[in-house]
């Protein structure tokens, strides 16, 4: 081994290596093993952590966006150290589709509406429109936020 470094915050080792016969260099990576919980679906059926499922899931929604697959890779470890940190032996489907449902608009709104409409069953257009707007009101929350002006009360006072 040449040398070792931490990647993916901190859920990856990268490994740079080299063959003792050939002098070949290469990189590996290795993953934390995490302790998964099993998913209980809505029906009372329990089934395994599927990593690959939850992949399709967000590939399907992020469809023709301008999103990469390492910022895809990236949110799913964030899915996934979030459920793993609860610490629960199992969880609701309920709670996965939170998490990613509070996680997408930071990566692309329309794959979250997307994501939302599949989700949460939209029947009709007043759904589908009445998550946008939650959408639009979030998002005006978080751009609300304001600076501190540099001249406070007590300078606009002293100027009178």
Same mark, same amino acid.
């Given at each position: 081994m040449i040398d070792s470094r931490l990647g993916d915050a901190r859920a990856t080792v990268r490994r740079r290596r080299e063959c003792l016969?050939?002098?070949?260099?290469?990189?590996?990576?290795?993953?934390?093993?995490? %302790?998964?919980?099993? !998913?209980?679906? /809505?029906d009372g059926r329990r089934e395994p952590w599927d990593e690959e499922k939850l992949r399709r899931g967000l590939l399907r929604a992020l %469809?023709?966006?301008?999103? /990469?697959?390492?910022? !895809? %890779?990236?949110? $799913?470890? +964030?899915?996934s150290r979030e459920i793993q940190l609860r610490g629960e032996p199992e969880i609701r489907s309920a709670v996965i589709g939170e998490v !990613?449902?509070? =996680? =997408?608009?930071? $990566? +692309? %709104? $329309?794959?979250?509406?997307?994501?939302?409409?599949?989700?949460?069953?939209?029947? +009709? !257009?007043?759904?589908?429109?009445?998550e946008v707007?939650?959408?639009?009101?979030?998002?005006s929350v978080a751009s609300n936020v304001t600076q501190l002006s540099l001249l406070s009360e007590t300078n606009d006072r002293s100027k009178k």
């Open positions: 016969g050939c002098s070949h260099r290469f990189t590996t990576f290795e993953r934390f093993e995490r %302790e998964q919980p099993r !998913v209980v679906k /809505g %469809e023709k966006r301008p999103v /990469g697959l390492d910022q !895809v %890779e990236a949110l $799913i470890n +964030d899915i !990613v449902m509070s =996680l =997408l608009p930071s $990566i +692309d %709104e $329309i794959a979250y509406v997307r994501y939302a409409s599949v989700y949460r069953s939209f029947e +009709d !257009v007043a759904a589908f429109s009445k707007d939650k959408l639009r009101k979030s998002r």
